[in-house]
């Protein structure tokens, strides 16, 4: 009984979620990536730049993050001095208190992906 309670709760969280960041803390944010070991990184910089590529210039970007994308995101984040990261740290947080509320209060689509509150 105890399998199907956790199975059931697997199911219900989603396997990414989505964040939107401003074209200056996505520069932030690459070179944040960029100082960690390319072997680390070169998968969540590609998906990164797809993403970026299918936006129209100066457009915010909308990440698809999962939990092992957004963990090198936090890594990568917490090597540079904060007062280069506060306010990009300070959006996402928000971001994601809002889409645990969304996702609280609804449930995600299909798709699995939790949708994400869009702070500019």
Sequence with gaps: ???AIIDDNAAATPATVDI???TDDAQLL???LGELPFKRV???IGALNRQANAVSPGAALVCALDAPAFALI???LGHL???RVHGLID???AQLHAARYAF???AADRSGRMPGARVQ
Excluded: Q
């Design 81 to 83: 001095p904060y007062h």
């Design 74 to 76: 936090v890594e990568a």
């Design 104 to 106: 609280g209060s609804e």
């Design 20 to 22: 939107v960041i401003g």
């Design 30 to 32: 690459m070179g944040a």
């Design 91 to 93: 959006d996402i947080k």
């Design 42 to 44: 070169f998968e969540l």
């Design 1 to 3: 009984m105890t399998d």
